[in-house]
T-cell receptor, first 111, second 114 residues
């Protein structure tokens, strides 16, 4: 699986837009990019997934440049409840795989 | 997400005990997973079952023994654990065993080994 690099932590304030960037320089042609969110003492929760360009859902947007060597998770107008760890995962859609969660980005939203 | 349940939610056991963690999914999925999350460490994939067959064993010590009797149930049998095995154990399920399938996680079992 392509290795990913994310900032260890980020701080923001309520109402701001937060952009978390993930680097995956050796992403393969058939790799997808998936983001998960994890609150303390809970299992991760799927946020968004994409292959190229831009994907948007009710929670977030995912921006993927043409070279796909990075991706940016965008959270619009964060609230205190968005304080969590955000994981970027990159891998193929094979039926047999090894899902690797990195250290993630710990986002702290302040009042 | 109430689709994946885990019991017990908390477990304290001695190093000589034998216990089992249970996971049940009500989502009609065919793949189930065990993860370990130690304090301040990334999630570690332990086992993957696809259609009741184990497809991944991520070099997990034999004191952890998984069992998947059917696509809806997954167990993790524990015996002679070490204090460093104390962690949050998470179960997840997905439609298949593919990354593009969203994984749904249970609430986890907080395990403490004394």
């Amino acid at each position: 699986l392509a290795k990913t690099t994310q900032p260890i932590s980020m701080d923001s304030y309520e109402g701001q837009e937060v952009n978390i960037t993930c680097s995956h320089n050796n992403i393969a042609t058939n790799d997808y990019i998936t983001w998960y969110q994890q609150f303390p003492s809970q299992g991760p929760r799927f946020i968004i997934q994409g292959y190229k360009t831009k994907v948007t859902n009710e929670v977030a947007s995912l921006f993927i440049p043409a070279d796909r060597k990075s991706s940016t998770l965008s959270l619009p107008r964060v609230s205190l409840s968005d304080t969590a760890v955000y994981y970027c995962l990159v891998g193929p859609m094979d039926s047999s795989y090894k899902l690797i969660f990195g250290s993630g980005t710990r986002l702290l939203v302040r009042p | 997400e109430t689709g994946v349940t885990q019991t017990p939610r908390h477990l304290v056991m001695g190093m000589t005990n034998k216990k089992s963690l249970k996971c049940e999914q009500h989502l009609g999925h065919n793949a189930m997973y065990w993860y370990k999350q130690s304090a301040k460490k990334p999630l570690e994939l332990m086992f993957v079952y696809n259609f009741k067959e184990q497809t991944e064993n991520n070099s997990v010590p034999s004191r952890f023994s998984p069992e998947c009797p059917n696509s809806s149930h997954l167990f993790l049998h524990l015996h002679t654990l070490q204090p460093e095995d104390s962690a949050l154990y998470l179960c997840a399920s997905s439609g298949r065993g593919a990354l593009t399938d969203t994984q749904y996680f249970g609430p986890g079992t907080r395990l403490t080994v004394l």
